[in-house]
């Protein structure tokens, strides 16, 4: 796998959103997904929600303490499918309609269930 | 099963209340859920008395892991600790000599020390250190150790209680939810989305909102309706309830016609979810689902005062509700599924977690308008149907906990 790219071999076609789409935690991609327009969801969701069994497939090799950065970035942009799904399977519309504020809603932080090799850092050491 | 499930969702008959009639069913008062006395009542009956939820186990696994709660309606903060003999206890989070917070948030330490004048005690709450001790009068080190809470540990779930000599063990405080849920796998998860607001409304009130069916047609229209309702159980009425003690457990049912979407589908696929359906029946989970309904989608566990245990297959969550005063409330809600074995688990969780996250926005919508309408004083009755039995049952367990004639405790005198 190229190492120096934004997401892994045989997705390079995604790239197209990893400048915008891909957010490291619950708070940002909810966040993204609500400053978005319906057609910019729906358009991410038709191109991501086909490919997730492929994603998942993909990734389910790494272990999940260890991703190489494209991965990650992999691992997020089908994160970021799940934020979005409801919005384009359910309201039809960026944020839950008839819900409390946005700003009365506090979403916590929480530790992620993945990490990130530092690959050069790696690399450095095996030298 | 020991009655009819359509007859439940569908006929005119109020079964939940012959099943439990000894629950009124007339009007109730607008006052428990509007008046500061009233609160004030509620924290020396029940608050001061009861065992309440502090956190889970896993929040603080290795010795001196500690995390602090906050305790509104009863003034304080508590430090909750795993000491270094490994066992958990709880400390009122306050310094021996001029009453200062010796904690925030959570973390680790051997020792807490005071920010103020720089006492310093350890993790099984002893005093170690007094600064400048020679110019104090007949100081008794030993009378200063932090003042202990009672504090016991039901599957993995830390309760404290402020009463110096609780009137209940904490078993007998659960009833019989505690067999129930015994062997629910509570310990193989851990949280996966924790969200909260403080709103404008009774504690009461505001729980009540995650303890019924009834809202789910109108209030979730946007979002899980389709898969709680349709035409076996258009009010998405419950399938059984229980009543334990002061706590209540009910059963939801999902709808057998529901057309699952893309993402659940993958969800379901990789995982699990939310609306999963058939699929999650095939998986065997003790302590869920206790009158074996066919369409079985979650149970809602009230456990009493102030809090909902919700359990599934292959997940649970919890609501929380903190009274800050009689129309102020700190809602907490947490998610819990197992760690994710790979990416695709990981993935798959997150649909549950977005489209949960997004109800309970849809949830607590409405709770400050509710209140709004009470605190106006025209209205001065509220009519709870059979299917908010639950409600009734709060409102009942309060009122009779708050006049000292609660009937059907094992509380021994
Ligand atoms: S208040 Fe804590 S040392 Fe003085
Ligand atoms: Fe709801």
Redesign the interface.
Known sequence: MATDSILPSGFEDLSKYASEWIHATEIDRNRFRVSCTLPELQDFYDTMMPRLESIANYLNDYPLDALPRACANLLELALMTMEVAPAIEYYNNPDVPNAVEYEKFRIYPLRNNYSVVDEQSAAADNS | MSFDTDKRLFGEARLNHEQFPHLPTGPVSTVPYTSEDYLARERDAIFKRMWLLAGRTEKIPKKGDFFVKVIEVLNTSIIVVRGQDDRVRAFYNVCRHRGTNIATGSGNCKFFTCNFHGWVYDTAGRNRHIADESQFFDLDKSKLNLHEVNCDIWNGFIFVNFDEDPRETLLEQLAELAPQLNDFPFEEMQ???????T?TANWKLFLDAFQEGYHVAT?H????NEYYTGERNPYCRPSSVRLYDRNRGLTIPFNPKFQI????A??I??GVSLSQGEEGLKKEVPGINPEGDEYYSFDINAIFPNWLLDTSIGFFFIHEFWPIDATTTRWEATMYFP??V???A??SQ??S???L???F??D??TS?GSQAGLMSGSLKEINFADSEITCRHLYEAVDQMVNGNWHGTRVSS
Do not use: M
Not at chain 2, 191 to 197: D, E, I, N, P, R
């Open positions: 949280v996966a989305g924790h969200w909260g607001a709103l209030v229209s946007g979002t899980i979407h893309a993402s659940e993958f969800a696929k990789t760690p994710p790979n990416a695709g990981l993935i997150n649909q977690i977005a489209l996250r997004d109800a926005r849809e607590i919508a400050e």
